[in-house]
């Protein structure tokens, strides 16, 4: 008898359990399709709104003031805005001629300066780097054309070079060392273009390279011309693209022995940004996707009532 009753209360107990379990999974996919069908609903209000020429025409106006009035540029020839944050590939062969990969992260730290890290690695044969950037603003025209800044690169460098294999006896490069590297530079540079989204600069730099292992072991390097173009595009103009050639020596010329630098000029280093943090065109989105929405609201219920 209490046996039966036991296994009453179990039976009653577990279909109990089950019904609030169905209830929940049921009552949580109503919630769920209820958002869904909300999210849907919104999105496409907002695809009909965007496609609206007066949404695309403030949208235009906005965006071009903003571009004008603070425009980014990541590679040289500019700064980013404060708070916004740059991820970046870029070429590098001034180390062995061939390119090395840089990969970076840039933070808008202010206004007048950021920073970044660079991590590179070139697999003909072999360089290694680790670096800090630290950006500064110099000067910017108001109308923002002009800028003149400065780029101060600070980093390790491991290189185990010999190319005796693709030259012959040809003492093209054959350097073995471990260095710590000191390189500001200063950059001028022209924008335009309707969004100013075009940059060409100009950049001239020396380069101390330290020896770890022989404090006397000092290469000082110059460069007296390095050119660069930067485009900057997307519908937030969040990404761009750089090319630039130049060349550099040691100071004296004959201060580092041949075979110990690449004497050949840096063709064609190009460089992929993008960059996120920058809240406007979040904010302006949200601002107009509001102000239209009300507005075709407005506009049927006037029709309704007709």
């Known amino acids: 008898m209490k046996n039966s009753f036991i296994k009453k209360a179990l039976v009653i107990l577990f279909s109990l359990i089950t019904v ?63 708070m916004d944050h740059s991820f970046y590939f870029r070429t590098d062969d001034e180390w062995t001629g061939f390119s090395t990969l840089e990969f970076g992260y840039r933070f808008g730290a202010a206004e007048y300066f950021n920073v970044a890290v660079e991590f590179g690695v070139s697999p003909i044969p072999y360089v290694f780097l680790a670096t800090a950037l630290f950006h500064l603003k110099i000067y910017e025209s108001p109308n923002k054309i002009f800028f003149m800044g400065t780029r101060i690169r600070v980093g390790y460098k491991y290189q185990d070079s010999d190319f005796r294999f693709m030259f ?89 022995p041949t075979g110990e630098w690449v004497n050949f000029p840096s063709l064609a280093n190009v460089g992929v940004h993008y960059r996120f943090g920058d809240k406007f065109y979040k904010n302006l989105k949200k601002e107009l996707k509001a102000k239209y929405e009300n507005k075709n609201n407005s506009e049927k219920e006037k029709s309704e009532n007709i």
């Open 168 to 256: 012959g006896d040809t003492p093209y490069l054959n350097l073995k060392r471990q260095s710590i590297y000191l390189a500001p530079d200063v950059t001028v540079a022209f924008r335009f273009g309707r969004f100013k989204e075009f940059c060409v600069y100009y950049t001239a730099f020396p380069k101390f390279d330290f020896d770890i292992f022989d404090r006397t072991n000092t290469q000082i390097f110059f460069c007296p011309v390095m050119l660069g173009f930067e485009v900057r595009f997307g519908t937030e103009m969040e990404w761009s693209f750089a090319i630039e050639s130049g060349y550099t020596m040691p100071m004296p010329f004959d201060s580092v």
């Open 20 to 82: 609030i379990m169905v209830s929940a999974d049921n009552s949580g996919d109503n919630g769920s399709t209820s958002k869904d069908e909300t999210k849907a609903k919104e999105k496409r209000v907002d695809e009909r709104v965007e496609k609206t020429d007066e949404y695309k025409k403030e949208f235009f106006e906005a965006k071009k003031k903003h571009e004008n009035d603070y425009p980014v540029f990541s590679q040289k020839g500019g700064m980013l805005r404060p």
